[in-house]
Structures are given as structure tokens and as C-alpha cells.
């Protein structure tokens, strides 16, 4: 059975997402503060988490970056902010989704499904062992999911090792924003194609020497992006 974790504040939109993830299977916790739900997170497995943006004491973006320097599970955040400024955010600290309050409980639950059934493909991926993609410094282990920049280890989310492996992986072929958000986050993806850039942005933090001039990910100005071999 797999196992969420829900940090919300609010106990009635708490209860209402734990009833109907129960009902579909999922075996839930709840906690209704960010300290206690980051500490959570950091003691116990999950296979998802479901974070509310607005917490006391530690604010859902400081728990997602918590949670991401230490592994890479899908995390659904949750927010009655709708402003892009704050989806941004979010995504760009390692946040697989973002959904606005109020939602429909379906949706919530089309999206935990959604996420963890991708994360389990991916993590029983059936590459061959061993196989390497290595240019300039910059190495993907495409069996363990590691990524070292002049053998020097760099820490990825699943998304953001998605995308670089499938940019390395077709050389020299410019991907719109659009085609990629197909690739990377599906037909069935409830996001927005704004996540594109914003991972882009850190794939080039996290790999380019100067990301003013990238040697790796390079923008075609009005076509998308290209990795250069």
C-alpha cells in the first residue's frame, strides 16, 4: 500500500484529502504543523507528500527544499496563493506539481495517482546497468539516476534528471517548451508549460559553468531548447 503524507494546517481540507485517498488505497498520515511535518518526512518513507504552502512555524517552501537536498519523491503542492510568482517558486525548489485552493478531490487524487505511477516507472526503469552518457565534464549514470559534473556529484530532482537525460539523450534536436512538457511531464499533466523554463533555469544552475553561456543546454531563440554535443 503506498503511504502519503499530508502536512495542511487546515484539519477539515486535511481530513477531506486523507477520506478520499484512503478510499482509493492509500495508507495516509497527517500533520498539521511544518515543523512537525518536516520532521515527518525526514524520519519516515513516503511515497508521496502533499504540502500546503502556508504553515506554522516552517513554511511549506522551506519543507520542500528540506525534503529535496535529501530525496527525490513526488511532493503535489498546495496553495490558496494563485499568483504564478509563488507556482514558480515552488517549482523551482523541487515541487513536482503545484494545485490551487479550492480543488476537487478527484483532482487531487488523479494527481497523486498520476505522480507516483510515474515515479515508480522511472525508478524501475529497464535501462542497462552501467550505461553512461559522458560530454565535457558532465556524466549521467542512466541505471543509478546520478549526474557528476568533472566527477563531482550533483544532486537532481526526478524532474530535472528527466529532463537533462532526454535532452542528452537526442543531441543537437531543438524540443519546444511544449514537447517537452509532453515528454517529461505527460498528456495526462495537469501543470502548465511555465515549468519548462523554471527547469531549464536549474538544470543550467546545476551544470553550467557560466549559465550565461551555456555549453550544455543551449536556447534557440523562438524554437526551444537544444543540448550541443
Not at 527547469?199 to 557560466?210: G, S
Not at 549559465?211 to 536556447?219: D, G, K, L, M
Request: with cysteine; charged share 35%; aromatic share 8%.
Amino acid at each position: 500500500m503506498k503511504k502519503i503524507l499530508i502536512i495542511e494546517d487546515e484539519p477539515s481540507i486535511a481530513e477531506l484529502e486523507r477520506d478520499y485517498l484512503e478510499i482509493n488505497g492509500f495508507s495516509v498520515i497527517i500533520e498539521n504543523s511544518g515543523d512537525t511535518g518536516l520532521k515527518k518526512a525526514k524520519s519516515e518513507e513516503f511515497d508521496l507528500i502533499i504540502l500546503d504552502l502556508m504553515l506554522p512555524k516552517v513554511d511549506g517552501f522551506e519543507i520542500c527544499r528540506q525534503i529535496r537536498s535529501d530525496c527525490d519523491i513526488p511532493i503535489l503542492m498546495v496553495s490558496a496563493k494563485k499568483e504564478d510568482i509563488d507556482k514558480i517558486r515552488g517549482l523551482g525548489l523541487g515541487a513536482d506539481d503545484y494545485i490551487t485552493k479550492p480543488f476537487s478531490p478527484s483532482e487531487l487524487v488523479a494527481r497523486v495517482k498520476a505522480h507516483i505511477a510515474r515515479y515508480d516507472r522511472l525508478r524501475g526503469n529497464n535501462l542497462p546497468r552501467n550505461e553512461e552518457i559522458s560530454i565535457r565534464g558532465l556524466r549521467i549514470d542512466k541505471a543509478s539516476r546520478r549526474v557528476y559534473i568533472n566527477d563531482r556529484e550533483v544532486i537532481f530532482t526526478t524532474r530535472e534528471f528527466d529532463l537533462l537525460l532526454f535532452l542528452a539523450l537526442n543531441p543537437n534536436r531543438v524540443f519546444s517548451k511544449d514537447e517537452l512538457f509532453e515528454k517529461i511531464w505527460g498528456m495526462d499533466s495537469m501543470g502548465d508549460i511555465a515549468t519548462v523554463t523554471v527547469h531549464i533555469k536549474k538544470l543550467r544552475e546545476k551544470i553550467e559553468v557560466d549559465t550565461s553561456n551555456p555549453q550544455y543546454i543551449e536556447t534557440i531563440w523562438g524554437a526551444g531548447y537544444r543540448f550541443k554535443v
